[in-house]
């Protein structure tokens, strides 16, 4: 398969767009030290133009947050032709919205904490729409991702304030019910559990600070908690990625009280890869390298394609054509 041209998408105008270029290049890089022809492709502008003209067979996605992580550029891949990394169009779009990803997991039986919505342009009721709610509370815009925006509101004003901020990011924000436990992230391949990381961030919550800056933050890998309860948070964060109908690599973002109750928070579809982003530190606790998880998400969107071309003249598209002629047998 070596013999594939691969591009590395990465940048993007999302607010994630410099950690996409750190992933994308460390991707890169890592393809390259295995012997792939890798392009380097940023993702700017006239995307569509630059893809065509880069003429790759696979498509790596290092993108992250909107339009790189919720099925645009899935659904341009789609179109052109070039079989991509990660999940489809569908489950990329769905585990972007935060609020579509909870019905589902809700239709599934996946603990998600408690929630409500309030559009930008409803702020002045927040107090009624908030009710008997209580405090505190989590907030955070409906599409986004890094926990940019993200905050916890005690009362009322805070709460206000919060909402405010998350709707510079989305005009819909989503309120949960504050959870207090302990951070664990998930890392699936091929919808199986590879294992996971606990985090221990220095501030109240993991935000972007604790994310990206060296030393705001601890991680143990496994997470520290006994086989069994690690064994259960792995069967749920499966369960989570199978919910929304995931491919490839996710990282699912899960919340350990100490009553041992476990709530999803989201599901990454284009999770981080720097070496030391949460998936490739839980990938080396499983023995699996850096190199070894690119290649293996990359082998998985070739294989991918490969099943989907190798179904026999029988998968080709109905066309109305051919509807009217059974129609006529
Ligand atoms: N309901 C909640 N209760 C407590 N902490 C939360 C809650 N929701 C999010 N957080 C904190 O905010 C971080 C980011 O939230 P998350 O839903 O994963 O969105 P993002 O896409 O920004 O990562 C989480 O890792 C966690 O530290
Ligand atoms: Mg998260």
Not at 221 to 238: F, K, N, S, Y
Not at 287 to 292: A, H, P, R, V
Not at 298 to 322: M, Y
């Amino acid at each position: 398969m070596k013999d594939r041209h691969v591009g590395v998408l990465m940048g993007g105008n999302s607010p994630e767009r410099d950690v996409s270029l750190r992933s994308g290049e460390a991707v890169a890089a890592a393809l390259e030290r295995r012997g792939w022809y890798v392009t380097r492709v940023y993702v700017d502008g006239d995307v569509d133009r630059v893809l065509r003209e880069a003429e790759i067979d696979v498509a790596f996605l290092a993108l992250h947050g909107t339009m790189g992580e919720d099925g645009c550029i899935q659904g341009l891949l789609e179109v052109l032709g070039i079989p991509y990394t990660g999940s489809g169009v569908l489950a990329s779009a769905l585990a972007m919205d935060k609020l579509k990803a909870k019905e589902l997991f809700r239709l599934h039986n996946v603990p998600t904490p408690p929630y409500y919505v309030v559009d930008a342009d409803r702020l002045d009721e927040l107090e009624s729409v908030h009710g008997w709610f209580g405090f505190p509370v989590f907030v955070k815009p409906r599409r986004s991702g890094s926990s940019v925006g993200a905050g916890i509101a005690h009362d009322l004003e805070q709460l206000r304030a919060r909402c405010e901020h998350a709707a510079r990011f989305d005009r819909c924000v989503l309120v949960e019910r504050f959870v207090r436990g302990a951070e664990v992230a998930v890392g699936i391949l091929d919808g199986r559990a590879l294992g996971t990381v606990e985090i221990v961030p220095r501030g109240d919550f993991y935000d972007y600070r604790s994310k990206y800056q060296p030393g705001q933050s601890d991680y143990y890998c496994p997470a520290r908690l006994t086989p069994t309860r690690r064994r259960c948070v792995e069967t749920l964060a499966e369960r989570a990625h199978a919910a929304l109908g995931c491919r490839g690599a996710t990282r699912v973002d899960v919340l350990v009280t100490e009553g041992d109750n476990e709530y999803v928070l989201e599901v990454n579809t284009l999770p981080g890869m720097t070496p030391t982003s949460l998936l490739p530190r839980i990938a080396a606790s499983a023995g699996m390298s850096f190199e070894d998880l690119c290649e293996a998400i990359l082998e998985r969107a070739l294989l991918d394609r490969a099943a989907s071309t190798s179904a026999g003249p029988e998968a080709r598209p109905v066309t109305p054509h051919d509807a009217l002629a059974a129609v006529a047998r």
